[in-house]
């Protein structure tokens, strides 16, 4: 485990303190969704943006109590990449270009 991983996990104990959500579980849901909206833009993070991408994404659930039963996984990645879309604007229109393009033309292969 990493430096960076372990801040992570150290983090995710502080934020899951006053929720019902495990650690392990927070950490595994900003990874999916970092990896989920990461993939439809074909976008690559040095380690230190992904690191704070991760942190975002764990606080952002933390607040709005993602890991209630009441979301589903897809549920909780759509709000995951709304708020990543939101926040980063020049990666949306990335996103939103490379997805449009798939509809056009299939996969892209580079």
Request: aromatic share 8%; with cysteine; charged share 30%.
């Amino acid at each position: 485990m990493s430096e960076l991983d372990r801040q992570l996990h150290r983090e995710a104990l502080e934020l899951c303190q006053t929720g019902p959500a495990t650690p392990d579980k927070l950490v595994a849901l900003a990874h999916t969704g970092l990896k989920a909206w990461a993939k439809i833009g074909n976008l690559q993070f040095p380690p230190e943006k992904r690191y704070a991408l991760l942190q975002e994404i764990m606080r952002y659930c933390a607040d709005e109590c993602l890991l209630a039963c009441c979301f589903t996984q897809e549920d909780r990645l759509e709000r995951i990449a709304g708020m990543l879309d939101a926040a980063y604007p020049r990666y949306a229109c990335t996103r939103a270009r490379l997805a449009a393009r798939r509809n056009r033309y299939g996969r892209p292969r580079f």
